[in-house]
């Protein structure tokens, strides 16, 4: 299906307006000014909690969280695609909904793109010549060696290695005729914070080739052959790849036709796996598992099941309950897919690499075959996570995680399992417990609450731990300088949709592919910085109200969901316009923040901004936020340097101390400019 051009959609946003589209399946019990209520068509209620403001065009239910625009109520009501509720939308307000397939515009990007898949595979033969041929490459040789990767093996998977040195790649990949913009689009440079140049994003790494399902190489992933971090790099998102719709080897999984997919955590682990027998193995790609992703396993040949392994350390065991919780989900909106998901555990904390080579692959067979089923899994995972090893068990908080996990699902038969042992060990009524678990799935935010109090709160601090310990470097360069250059945004009255060139301000940010859980944990302070400058819009960018420097730009945010939106934003800016919010909102729809659709979550903050009726008030907010994000950053960056301080000698040692000082003048003025909000 093609592309709907944005101005079909700006159209349809502008003419359905959201009172006559919601209008259709809710009646309005009351009207106050430009808002509406009434009881929610998505969850069952009693009293209203659902709202619709008129003047923004959105809508807001405060019972289950749901909100959007117009084409998000079609998608949610009607059960539609995107597309589909566009098209759905277009008939009946009489809008012409056409495609851009065909068009010159198109024909020039497809054109683009085999280029770029072209280059790709001329630098996969180079990574592999290099890994067997080079004499810089002999550690990777005999890493791979040491990880037992036959030459049958790497051939299979393509292994190669980039050279450490600057240079050969670019100079490779021109002689053979490609531009830099080809370079520049295929993932494999990272462009220089003035653009006009480009640098090898893999250097002294061990290759692993990422491929579409049709084999196609489309991105890399880069393990580190010494000890510093990251240990893995993967291309970022790219004009042939998208982290998110794609799984490592599924070219090869789904030629299985196997009924089972197993699903691992890391490239190494899939590598073993086929290697051992299960050739049926993917991973996907520095991500928590995506909704498309699991369609992907659902569209594979005779795919029944798919088997999860995770990480059996605590934070992988919290990423687990994070995943499940999100697939039942995704089950739930692909109503007619029947995949059963099932969860694994490698015995004795091992990763399933390690557990082959010690145990061979019969052992390892008896592993999937146990595998639990997702209510089995919680159950379990409810009652081990709360007793000690005395056998006493901590009954209320037993029973929280109980109804916790059974409001995850609406399945009955799920939830019935997950209830009957605990029921047993309570000595409860099952259905007390049930209801329990059907109040809790009709209160999303009590549902959170829970959620967050349950193992939520631990998983950000061990990623902030994280990011201390891998010395972040989120703050670029000169960020703190005085001259800070302004953060660009559309010029004015840019036409809508135009792409700006990607300005942001941070030269190597590659560790955004390699962090895995960070597009799942969004900092609440952030997310409110979000909402306060969406909420300040066309003032944002207003000089008499904001100064440049104390514009937002992506370089605040540490969760990469919410830099790509605010990104996205200014691509749509409009300076003296804004940009309108509904069409925001359908920016925001691709992203999810801390396992909940993006526009949920911005737009139940945005209604805390809702109260300052006075826009000046608003900016002292934002500006009051802006700074304490600001502020933290610089003191996570402090701390980094200062623990480099310690190992270092000479000219490091000075260039260390001039940075901190330049920290230190930073933070004093925004400190100062804070005591004058
Ligand atoms: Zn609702």
Redesign the pocket.
């Known amino acids: 299906m093609g592309r709907i051009p944005e101005r079909v959609i700006d159209e349809i946003l502008d003419k359905a307006d959201i009172e006559s589209v919601v209008g259709h399946y809710v009646s309005f019990t009351k009207r106050s000014g430009s808002n509406l209520k009434g009881l929610?068509p998505?969850?069952s209620?009693k009293t209203p909690?659902?709202n619709v403001n008129t003047q923004k065009n959105i809508y807001k239910?405060f019972?289950?969280g749901?909100g959007g625009n117009a084409i998000n109520f079609i998608m949610n009501i009607e059960s539609l695609s995107y597309p589909e509720a566009v098209k759905f939308l277009g008939a009946r307000y009489g809008i012409d909904v056409p495609e851009e397939d065909s068009d010159y515009r198109e024909a020039g990007i497809k054109q683009h793109k085999d280029r770029v898949k072209k280059l790709l595979a001329d630098a996969e033969a180079f990574y592999i010549d290099e890994f067997r041929n080079s004499p810089d490459a002999s550690k990777a040789r005999s890493y791979a060696e040491g990880r037992q990767l036959d030459k049958e093996t790497c051939e299979k998977f393509g292994i190669g290695y980039a050279p450490a040195e600057w240079g050969v790649l670019k100079s490779f990949l021109a002689k053979k005729g490609y531009t830099e913009d080809e370079m520049k689009d295929s993932g494999l440079f990272t462009v220089s914070r003035e653009g006009d140049k480009i640098f090898e994003l893999f250097r002294g790494r061990l290759m692993f080739p990422i491929k579409d399902a049709f084999g196609n190489t489309i991105a890399f992933g880069g393990r580190n052959l010494g000890s510093e971090l990251p240990k893995y790099i993967n291309s970022p998102d790219s004009a042939v790849y998208k982290k998110q719709d794609n799984l490592y080897a599924y070219n090869i999984a789904k030629k299985e036709r196997s009924k089972t997919l197993i699903v691992v955590e890391g490239y190494m682990d899939v590598i073993a796996m086929h290697k051992a027998g299960f050739s049926n193995t993917v991973a996907a790609l520095g991500t928590a598992f995506t909704d498309s992703q699991l369609r992907l396993c659902a569209r594979t040949g005779n795919c029944e099941e798919v088997v999860f392994f995770f990480d059996s350390d605590a934070a992988g065991q919290n990423a687990a309950l994070r995943a499940i919780q999100m697939m039942i989900k995704y089950l739930r909106r692909m109503s007619g897919m029947s995949l059963i998901i099932k969860i694994a555990k490698v015995p004795g904390g091992k990763d399933p690499d390690e557990f082959i080579r010690q145990n061979g692959s019969e052992a390892f067979a008896r592993v999937v075959d146990s595998a639990q089923t997702v209510a089995e899994y919680l159950a379990q995972r409810a009652y081990n996570d709360n007793v000690d090893d005395k056998g006493k068990l901590d009954t209320a908080r037993y029973l929280n995680d109980i109804c916790l996990y059974g409001s995850w699902s609406d399945d009955e038969i799920a939830r019935d399992i997950i209830a009957s042992e605990a029921s047993k060990k309570l000595d409860m009524r099952l259905e007390v417990i049930i209801n329990r678990m059907a109040g809790l799935a009709s209160n999303d935010r009590e549902r959170e609450a829970m959620m967050e109090a349950r193992g939520l709160g631990r998983m950000k601090e061990g990623e902030l731990d994280h990011r201390r310990k891998s010395g972040s470097d989120e703050m670029p360069q000169g960020y703190y300088d005085s001259q800070v250059p302004p953060p660009e945004y559309a010029a004015p009255n840019a036409p809508q949709g135009e792409s700006v060139p990607n300005t942001d301000p941070l030269p190597f940010n590659v560790d955004e592919q390699t962090r895995i859980s960070q597009d799942e944990i969004a900092d609440p302070l952030q997310i409110s910085l979000m909402a306060h400058a969406l909420s300040l819009n066309e003032l944002l960018c207003d000089k008499s109200m904001v100064d440049k420097e104390d514009i937002v730009r992506a370089g605040d945010f540490t969760c990469v969901n919410l830099k790509k939106m605010i990104r996205e934003y200014y691509e749509i800016y409009t300076v003296g316009q804004g940009v309108s919010i509904a069409r925001f909102i359908d920016v925001m729809s691709k992203y999810v923040l801390n396992g909940r659709p993006a526009e949920d979550v911005i737009l139940e903050a945005m209604t805390q901004c809702d109260k300052y009726q006075d826009s000046r008030v608003l900016r002292d907010m934002y500006l009051a936020i802006l700074y304490k994000v600001r502020l933290e950053a610089m003191t996570i960056k402090e701390d980094d340097l200062v623990r480099q301080l310690s190992v270092s000698t000479g000219e490091d040692k000075d260039k260390i101390i001039s940075e901190l000082k330049k920290i230190d003048l930073y933070k004093n003025k925004i400190k100062d400019k804070e005591s004058r909000i």
Do not use: A, D, L, M
């Open positions: 929610c998505f969850h209620e909690s659902f239910c019972g289950c749901k």
